[in-house]
């Protein structure tokens, strides 16, 4: 990432039993989001033996931010949640330095970010 994030949005969440149709509703969230000019890139982990899972993106502004959590798409998936997520958390934080190497780890950086 050579533009330094300055907002990182993280879901932290609980699994449920994942089915297609929520991998289908989260790639598309995804595939959109890394068109939302301000996208930087993005991580995810999961832990097999809690079952939490956490997605990271991260942000130029927080106006590009808002374009996902506007995202019809996201909508859905707010109220659909419950289907496929037990407890969750989101964080959206500012980004006051990046240490290392800081395209370690991610899982997608636009081109000419």
Known sequence: MSTR???SSTFIFETKRLD??????DDE?????RR???FLGEEAWH???TGLHAEVYY???LESLGE???MD????????HTEWLGRYRVVIAEVRSVYGDPALGLAHVPDGA
């Open 59 to 61: 942000w130029s502004s």
């Open 47 to 49: 832990d097999e033996e």
């Open 5 to 7: 994030p300055r907002y």
């Open 36 to 38: 939302i000019p301000g």
């Open 20 to 25: 297609d149709r929520f991998h289908r509703l």
């Open 73 to 80: 798409a996201h909508g859905v998936a707010k109220r659909r």
């Open 68 to 70: 996902l959590v506007g």
């Open 29 to 33: 969230i995804a595939e959109r989001a």
